[in-house]
């Protein structure tokens, strides 16, 4: 996967995520600046399109997504170790998955 294509998952699956009013409420865009590139895939933050309309103190959404397996998750308050840590897990239920094992489940407590 390239990052390109990382960049559209995140896009597609998280921007309106970010732009909850739960989230941060206010149209949001990504920050290419903020983009941060690993081993294991890539770290995109969202950011308002007009700060002024965003009532946050914290204006800022990070997302990670797997190279892999190109799923994307909230980095949250237990940052990038945590949501690498998360997508890991995915990996390697899709892998089993694959290779015959039972369906694809995660619960709700990973």
Same mark, same amino acid.
């Given at each position: /996967?390239?990052?390109?294509? @990382?960049?559209?998952?995140?896009?597609?699956?998280?921007?309106?995520? @970010?732009?909850?009013?739960?989230?941060?409420? +206010?149209?949001?865009r990504?920050?290419?600046?903020?983009?941060?590139?690993?081993?294991?895939?890539?770290?995109?933050t969202?950011?308002?399109?007009?700060?002024?309309? +965003?009532?946050?103190?914290?204006?800022?959404?990070?997302? @990670?997504v797997?190279?892999?397996?190109?799923?994307?998750?909230?980095?949250?308050?237990?940052?990038?170790?945590?949501?690498?840590?998360?997508? /890991?897990?995915?990996?390697?239920?899709?892998?089993?998955?694959?290779?015959?094992?039972?369906?694809?489940?995660?619960?709700? @407590?990973?």
């Open positions: /996967m390239t990052d390109e294509q @990382a960049r559209e998952i995140v896009v597609r699956q998280m921007q309106p995520v @970010a732009e909850n009013p739960l989230s941060l409420g +206010c149209p949001a990504l920050d290419d600046a903020l983009t941060e590139e690993y081993e294991w895939g890539w770290s995109f969202f950011v308002p399109v007009d700060p002024s309309e +965003c009532q946050l103190a914290y204006k800022r959404r990070r997302y @990670a797997d190279r892999v397996t190109g799923i994307a998750t909230p980095v949250g308050n237990k940052g990038v170790e945590a949501a690498f840590n998360y997508l /890991m897990k995915w990996r390697k239920k899709r892998a089993e998955a694959v290779a015959g094992s039972p369906p694809l489940t995660i619960d709700s @407590a990973t």
